[in-house]
T-cell receptor
Framework: DTAVSQTPKYLVTQMGNDKSIKCEQN?????MYWYKQDSKKFLKIMFS???????INETVPNRFSPKSPDKAHLNLHINSLELGDSAVYFC??????????????FGPGTRLTVL | GDSVTQMEGPVTLSEEAFLTINCTYT??????LFWYVQYPGEGLQLLLK?????DKGSNKGFEATYRKETTSFHLEKGSVQVSDSAVYFC??????????FGKGTRLSVIA
């Protein structure tokens, strides 16, 4: 069974469109994340949700809106797509504990290409 | 804020060569340290981790030791293989904050 899954794996779309990327984790974790990886492989946190509540929202355009219907899902909706949104988007999850490393598990990524 | 600095790549090595990828960090408190690996076309996988000073993480022949005095977590492998070709990310995590990643180091191993 896949621990963290994302759909779609590839997404090609035109500028100005609205698109969504879905993420699901079956690990029972209480925290989920979205990261963006640019063409130079640099990874940056975008959002973090703990028990369906937004706890981190980095400097991300408000065209990006995460939605967490339940603890196992964190979807990313993007309005009015721009060329600069082209990147690989990774979902991740972890269990926030009182101690320990809080290891994060990553999904396989969604490669978004905006034409 | 917290940050991670790792050596820039790409790093190209012959098979069976010794590998070192340097990683240093800046953090308040006592972070946990990680190395993640990203194989071509795939997501990130945890390679190894260390949660406190002097801990050594190891996996698949890779090792890294948490050095608090030098704020470092260098990745080493004694004999690399072609299958080790990937991008390697050093990362840290303080408390309940998300991972902070270095910029990644691309390793290419040639036969």
């Amino acid at each position: 069974d896949t621990a963290v899954s994302q759909t779609p794996k590839y997404l090609v779309t035109q500028m100005g469109n609205d698109k969504s990327i879905k993420c699901e984790q079956n690990l029972g974790h209480d925290t989920m994340y979205w990261y963006k990886q640019d063409s130079k492989k640099f990874l940056k946190i975008m959002f973090s949700y703990n028990n369906k509540e937004l706890i981190i929202n980095e400097t991300v355009p408000n065209r990006f809106s995460p939605k967490s219907p339940d603890k196992a899902h964190l979807n990313l909706h993007i309005n009015s797509l721009e060329l600069g949104d082209s990147a690989v988007y990774f979902c991740a999850s972890s269990q926030i504990g009182l101690a320990g490393s809080n290891e994060q598990f990553f999904g396989p990524g969604t490669r978004l290409t905006v034409l | 804020g917290d940050s991670v600095t790792q050596m820039e790549g790409p790093v190209t090595l012959s098979e069976e060569a010794f590998l070192t990828i340097n990683c240093t960090y800046t953090a308040t408190g006592y972070p946990s340290l990680f190395w993640y690996v990203q194989y071509p076309g795939e997501g990130l996988q945890l390679l190894l981790k260390a949660t406190k000073a002097d801990d050594k993480g190891s996996n698949k022949g890779f090792e890294a030791t948490y050095r608090k005095e030098t704020t470092s977590f260098h990745l080493e492998k004694g004999s690399v293989q072609v299958s080790d070709s990937a991008v390697y990310f050093c990362a840290l995590k303080s408390g309940n904050t998300p991972l902070v990643f270095g910029k990644g180091t691309r390793l290419s191993v040639i036969a």
